[in-house]
């Protein structure tokens, strides 16, 4: 399973981006979707996930102005990221959970290439 990451840019202190990520392949069932976040020369930060369709769950970093969300139409999702900070400044890297088949299973965990989001301020 693959992913396509997009939707990154440079934006100022306050404002909004709109992060998108797509899978393509072999797909029967997907458990989650997550983002995760990476400054160079710090390890990658959990930022969001959702189980099934409703059921997310934020960073306290994030919480309460980032919205992760599947679009379940093109098998992607979303991350809504509102009130941007220069802290939010990061490679934002999409993950995905799920099973290839219906009968055998063939679990799949795959991660996008990255999106690289600049907040200044």
């Known amino acids: 399973v693959q992913l396509q990451a997009s939707g990154g840019g440079l934006v100022q202190t306050g404002e909004s981006l709109r992060l998108s990520c797509a899978a393509s392949g072999t797909i029967f069932s997907i458990n989650s979707w997550a983002w995760y976040r990476q400054v160079p020369g710090k390890e990658r930060e959990w930022v969001a996930r959702?189980?099934?369709?409703?059921?997310?769950s934020y960073s306290d970093s994030v919480k309460g102005r980032f919205t992760i969300s599947r679009d379940n139409a093109r098998t992607a999702v979303i991350l809504q990221m509102n009130s941007l900070q220069p802290a939010d400044t990061a490679i934002y890297y999409c993950n995905v959970q799920g099973y290839q088949e219906a009968i055998y299973r063939r679990p799949f965990d795959s991660w996008g290439q990255g999106t690289l989001v600049t907040v200044s301020s």
């Open positions: 959702i189980v099934n369709s409703f059921d997310d």
